[in-house]
């Protein structure tokens, strides 16, 4: 499966060294916003989903979309991602 991330975060996108990226999730057609956002890993070994979430929620200042679709409070467990689609991360601090 391949999802589409967008960084529009200054923050993310300096910390990943890129602002947009294709993600392979091999052996799946279907995968929770959460195990993407996992997958999305930075040079200190961190994840993306440790940068924006807390590990059940969304931080404060932090905006996900899921092709188009605000995430709200736990939404990244359940929300279901499957093939080319787009993930876009903002930072409102």
Request: charged share 20%; proline share 1%; no cysteine.
């Amino acid at each position: 499966m391949r999802v589409i991330v967008n960084l529009a975060s200054d923050r993310a996108a300096h910390i990943a060294g890129w602002r947009a990226r294709a993600v392979q999730i091999d052996g799946t057609s279907e995968a929770a916003a959460a195990e993407v956002l996992k997958a999305v890993t930075f040079t200190d070994g961190s994840s993306l989903f440790d940068l924006v979430t807390d590990g059940t929620k969304l931080k404060a200042g932090w905006k996900v979309y899921i092709n188009g679709i605000p995430q709200k409070g736990n939404d990244l467990a359940v929300s279901r991602i499957t093939d080319n689609m787009q993930i876009h991360v903002m930072n409102t601090k």
